[in-house]
T-cell receptor, first 114, second 112 residues
């Protein structure tokens, strides 16, 4: 079965500095990988999705992620953090072994300092 | 506007009581899901339904029940058998497996 590990439970950055959220996955098949964001008291919103096309995926709000099969990683980055980026971020994997049901990581809380 | 509506936003359950969380979508999606969110554990799948009148257990189905009598609706009942129901519950839907999930705004369930 597929699984995902988010390596940092909490990331704190200063406004205007780069953001890096790390995610490693496990899958025996060609995985689909997602990053979702959850702002306080709201549902989840899809940031970006990888499905075996280009390994560098661009998402909304300036975020991007790179799929590295050799490292089984799908890290999320943003060049310059904004105060509105403060939220919970989830790395998610799915593959055919589990009928494409999603497996969520434990989440990374991002705080942005002024 | 299309979307997923969950109600109520906050719900309190007494010991031994069953409570039902509502989830309605007007996106014409075939598949619907219920997730439970606990701090530090990500989201865990409770039940899912890929078509009307059919549903399957997810990873943590014990103590929960669902129904899917209409395409638009996928209510979740938290039964008295669920001994630790306090959590944030999220409903989601998508057009088909492996497609983008749309989420509701969630229901926070607490035990009195």
């Amino acid at each position: 079965a597929q699984s995902v590990t988010q390596l940092d439970s909490h990331v704190s950055v200063s406004e205007g500095t780069p953001v890096l959220l790390r995610c490693n996955y496990s899958s025996s098949y060609s995985p689909s990988l997602f990053w979702y964001v959850q702002h306080p008291n709201k549902g989840l919103q899809l940031l970006l999705k990888y499905t075996s096309a280009a390994t560098l995926v661009k998402g909304i709000n300036g975020f991007e992620a790179e799929f590295k099969k050799s490292e089984t990683s799908f890290h999320l980055t943003k060049p310059s953090a904004h105060m509105s980026d403060a939220a919970e971020y989830f790395c998610v994997v799915s593959d055919i072994s589990n009928d494409y049901k999603l497996s969520f990581g434990a989440g990374t809380t991002v705080t942005v300092r002024a | 506007d299309g979307g997923i509506t969950q109600s109520p936003k906050y719900l309190f359950r007494k010991e031994g009581q069953n409570v039902t969380l509502s989830c309605e979508q007007n996106l014409n999606h075939d598949a619907m899901y219920w997730y439970r969110q606990d701090p530090g554990q990500g989201l865990r799948l409770i039940y899912y339904s890929q078509i009307v009148n059919d549903f399957q257990k997810g990873d943590i189905a014990e103590g929960y029940s669902v129904s899917r009598e209409k395409k638009e609706s996928f209510p979740l009942t938290v039964t008295s058998a669920q001994k630790n129901p306090t959590a944030f519950y999220l409903c989601a839907s998508n057009r088909a497996a492996n497609e983008k999930l749309f989420f509701g705004s969630g229901t926070q369930l607490s035990v009195l």
